[in-house]
């Protein structure tokens, strides 16, 4: 090791768009963006699930691509752009689309994979890619749901795309649009 490397310091200065919202902050070398996100930011969309990058929980856009924000050091994300499931509803509240396709076809379950759920399904559907229920779950293979909610989440993205799906047990569609912020756990 070089005096150099070894001199480093431990703590840097960042700064990263958030949801839109321009955030600075003075983070150790081994903060996990999650970790920043939650804890100094108090953004409640990343759940913080596994800290293995397995559940998806964590699951947000960094500069368009979508990552699992335990498996990044908030450093990395200094200079750039980090939106998260709060970033969805519409700014004067009401929800968007995909989020009341959720609500409407039962795929909250308990509502912790929610938010990451959300992030992953905005991805898919913003790339193009035909929506069938092959599609949807490969895509969302890399985010768990622990209440096996998966068809309820399914019907919902595949609502979302235009796709005929009664909803559950005759229920109406939501037409009222508050909740569903991204996580307030």
């Not at 960042?14 to 081994?30: A, F, L, M, P, Y």
């Not at 709060?86 to 929800?95: E, I, K, S, V």
């Not at 992030?119 to 749901?145: F, P, Q, W, Y």
Request: with cysteine; hydrophobic share 35%.
């Amino acid at each position: 090791m070089t005096d150099t490397q070894h001199d480093a310091p431990d703590v840097h200065a960042i700064t990263v768009d958030v949801d839109g919202t321009t955030e600075r902050g003075v983070v150790s070398s081994r903060t996990l963006l999650v970790h920043w996100l939650r804890d100094e930011l108090d953004r409640r969309g990343p759940k913080i699930g596994c800290d293995t990058g397995n559940c998806g929980a964590c699951t947000i856009q960094w500069d368009g691509l979508l990552v699992k924000s335990c498996m990044v050091l908030a450093v990395q994300a200094d200079g750039t752009a980090v939106t998260t499931a709060a970033a969805l509803a519409h700014p004067d509240g009401p929800l968007n689309d995909l989020q009341s396709s959720f609500r409407e076809h039962h795929a909250l379950q308990c509502g912790y994979c929610t938010s990451g759920m959300l992030m992953t399904a905005t991805d898919l559907l913003e790339s193009g890619e035909e929506i069938t229920d092959h599609s949807v779950r490969r895509a969302l293979k890399g985010n768990i749901c622990r209440c096996t909610g998966y068809q309820g989440i399914v019907n919902a993205v595949r609502a979302t795309a235009g796709h005929d799906i009664p909803l559950p047990h005759g229920k109406t569609p939501d037409t009222h649009g508050a909740g569903l912020d991204g996580g307030r756990s």
